[in-house]
C-alpha cells in the first residue's frame, strides 16, 4: 500500500478551520483514504474516507485533488476535544495489512 | 457505525504470567481482524494480521511463540501475551475490518478501545 507523509504536529485555537495535508504520491488506482482520529488511550477513531474529489459528514470533510497523490482533512471550527492525533491511511479492496505512519498531533487552544 | 469491542481496558500482571485479550465485532462478520501495540506516543505497530481459521501472520520482528493468536469464529479474535515480561507493557489495539456494502471504496477499519498491559 501506499506510503503516507504528513505533517507531525499542528496548533490551533478554537473555533478555527483546520487543514490536514497527507502526501501518498504512490497511491495505486484502487486505493481510498481514510482518515482515523486517536484519543490517548483510545483506540482510532473513524472520521471520514473517500476516493476523489470532496466527500463530507457531519464533522469533517476530506478533499482529494485529481491527481489524488494528496488529500486534505477539514475540520470546520475546532474545539478543544478535537486535540488528538489524526492518521491519514490508504487502503483498498480486501486489504490485508494496514500499517499506520507517523500521525499529525493537533493541539487546539483556548 | 460497526462496533468492536475490547476486553479487558487494562491489565497488571506479575512477570511470567499469560494475559489474554479478547476483540469481539459486535454487529458484523469480521473475517480479518489486526492486532497492534502502541508504545507512548508513538503511532500504531502492526503485530500480525488474524484470518478466521487459519494461522495468523506475523509482522517481522514479532515473536509469533510470544503473541498467540487465535482467530476460532468470525467475530472473535484473541491475543494471548505468554510468560510477560516488563518490556511487553504496552497498550495493545485491536481492529476488524468490515464487510463490504454496496461500493468497493468503502471498507472501514473499525477499532476496539484498546488494552493497557503492565507488567510488573
Known amino acids: 500500500l501506499a506510503k503516507t507523509t504528513q505533517p507531525i504536529s499542528m496548533d490551533s485555537y478554537e473555533g478555527q478551520e483546520v487543514n490536514i495535508t497527507c502526501s501518498h504520491n504512490n497511491i495505486a488506482t484502487n486505493d481510498y483514504i481514510t482518515w482515523y482520529q486517536q484519543f490517548p488511550s483510545q483506540g482510532p477513531r473513524f472520521i471520514i474516507q473517500?476516493?476523489?474529489t470532496k466527500v463530507t459528514n457531519e464533522v469533517a470533510s476530506l478533499f482529494i485533488p485529481a491527481d489524488r497523490k494528496s488529500s486534505t482533512l477539514s475540520l470546520p471550527r475546532v474545539s478543544l476535544s478535537d486535540t488528538a492525533v489524526y492518521y491519514c491511511l490508504v487502503m483498498n479492496t480486501g486489504f490485508q495489512k494496514l500499517v499506520f505512519g507517523t500521525g499529525t498531533r493537533l493541539l487546539v487552544s483556548p | 457505525g460497526a462496533v468492536v469491542s475490547q476486553h479487558p481496558s487494562w491489565v497488571i500482571c506479575k512477570s511470567g504470567t499469560s494475559v489474554k485479550i479478547e476483540c469481539r465485532s459486535l454487529d458484523f462478520q469480521a473475517t480479518t481482524m489486526f492486532w497492534y501495540r502502541q508504545f507512548p506516543k508513538q503511532s500504531l505497530m502492526l503485530m500480525a494480521t488474524s484470518n478466521e481459521g487459519s494461522k495468523a501472520t506475523y509482522e517481522q520482528g514479532v515473536e509469533k511463540d510470544k503473541f498467540l493468536i487465535n482467530h476460532a469464529s468470525l467475530t472473535l479474535s484473541t491475543l494471548t501475551v505468554t510468560s510477560a515480561h516488563p518490556e511487553d507493557s504496552s497498550f495493545y489495539i485491536c481492529?476488524?475490518?468490515?464487510?463490504?456494502?454496496?461500493?468497493?471504496?468503502?471498507?472501514?477499519?473499525?477499532f476496539g478501545s484498546g488494552t493497557q498491559l503492565s507488567v510488573l
Open positions: 473517500g476516493y476523489k
Open positions: 481492529s476488524a475490518r468490515s464487510p463490504l456494502q454496496g461500493s468497493s471504496y468503502n471498507e472501514k477499519l473499525f
